[in-house]
């Protein structure tokens, strides 16, 4: 009897080379399998078929390098790269975390934000102390909260300077395309009584063309 116990103990589960040829069956319990099968599934229908896990777009099996290709491209993939930047850009995360498609933000640069913002109050003819706004100050903030605002002083000092810099920048291009300048002036006075005057330049450049 103590040999039909053990006899019934030997064969109450199937052999293990039986085991190995059962779960061989499909590379996804190949113990050398490819790691994109981390993301694919054979399609239960057909073994040439392999399914996409993120997607669900079918491939014909034939090796892995098609569904490696598709993993690189597959926008529902969490590993690919291009997705990888996106939510590492706060810029392309809506308010549920979601990855949205936005450009991706240039560097932050203070100087060049700083030129753009003098050369805006000086091609709308803003008041300095407009930059002491709250308002104004609020929205500069909204748009890039990183960015130092300038005092109405440091403005119009900045504004002396990029003066300096459009005058040499001038001075270069007439010497450079024209010969002769014809001037143009016309004065006003303000309601504070205060005297104005306002000269323009008009050349022929080589080209011939009026400026």
């Known amino acids: 009897m103590g040999d039909l116990s053990e006899t019934t103990d030997v064969f109450s589960s199937p052999p293990s080379n039986v085991q190995n040829r059962t779960t061989m069956r499909t590379p996804k319990n190949r113990k050398n399998r490819s790691a994109v099968w981390d993301d694919f599934t054979l399609d239960p229908d057909s073994e040439k078929i392999a399914i996409c896990d993120h997607c669900g777009k079918k491939l014909k099996y034939n090796g892995t390098s098609s569904m490696a290709a598709h993993l690189k491209v597959c ?10 930047r996106q939510r590492n850009n706060p810029s392309s995360m809506n308010v549920e975390g979601q990855v949205i498609s936005s450009p991706l933000m240039p560097r932050f640069d203070q100087e060049k934000l700083r030129y753009l913002l003098v050369k805006m109050f000086v091609g709308m003819e803003l008041p300095f102390n407009k930059v002491e706004h709250p308002d104004f100050q609020e929205f500069v903030n909204g748009l890039n909260p990183k960015f130092n605002l300038i005092s109405r002083t440091t403005l119009a000092r900045d504004t002396l300077l990029l003066w300096d810099v459009e005058k040499a920048k001038m001075k270069n291009f007439l010497a450079q395309h024209c010969h002769r300048v014809s001037l143009t002036a016309d004065t006003w ?22 400026q």
Do not use: R
């Open 189 to 210: 006075t303000s309601v504070q009584n205060l005297c104005y005057m306002c000269i323009t330049a008009h050349f022929i450049d080589n080209n011939w063309t009026l």
């Open 75 to 84: 926008k529902h993939n969490p590993n690919n790269e291009s997705n990888k």
